[in-house]
C-alpha cells in the first residue's frame, strides 16, 4: 500500500496551494478520502473528506469556502485545494484513507503560509 502527498510549499497569504495524494495498492473507489493536518505542537485536525462516489463532501468550518477537496478515481487520486490560504494554515498536511476495516496514512507534505 502506498499513499502519497505532494504539492506543499512555501506561499504567501492570500495564495493558493492544490496538493493531491495518489494511492496505490487498495480499492480506492471503496475508501473515503480524507486530508487532516497537524501543527507543531498540535494534534492531528481534521480539514476535509469526501465520500465513495463524489458525493458531499464535507469540511472543517476554519476552511469552508477556501478549500476544495476532489477526487479521482480513475486515476486513484484525492487532491486538495487550498485558496485564500492563512497564516494559520500552516501545517503538515496528510491523506488519510478510511475503509470499512482499514485506515490508511501517508507521510504528509509540509505547506507554509508566511510573508
Known amino acids: 500500500v502506498l499513499v502519497v502527498e505532494s504539492g506543499g510549499g512555501l506561499v504567501q497569504p492570500g495564495g493558493s496551494l492544490r496538493l493531491s495524494c495518489a494511492v496505490s495498492?487498495?480499492?480506492?473507489?471503496?475508501?473515503?478520502m480524507s486530508w487532516y493536518r497537524q501543527a507543531p505542537g498540535n494534534g492531528r485536525e481534521y480539514v476535509a473528506s469526501?465520500?465513495?462516489?463524489?458525493?458531499?463532501?464535507n469540511y472543517a468550518d476554519s476552511v469552508k469556502g477556501r478549500f476544495t477537496i476532489s477526487r479521482d478515481d480513475a486515476n486513484n487520486t484525492v487532491s486538495l485545494q487550498m485558496n485564500d490560504l492563512k497564516p494559520e494554515d500552516t501545517a503538515r498536511y496528510y491523506c488519510n484513507a478510511q475503509g470499512s476495516w482499514r485506515s490508511y496514512w501517508g507521510q504528509g507534505t509540509q505547506v507554509t503560509v508566511s510573508s
Open positions: 469526501i465520500p465513495t462516489s463524489s458525493s458531499n463532501p
Open positions: 495498492g487498495f480499492t480506492f473507489s471503496s475508501y473515503v
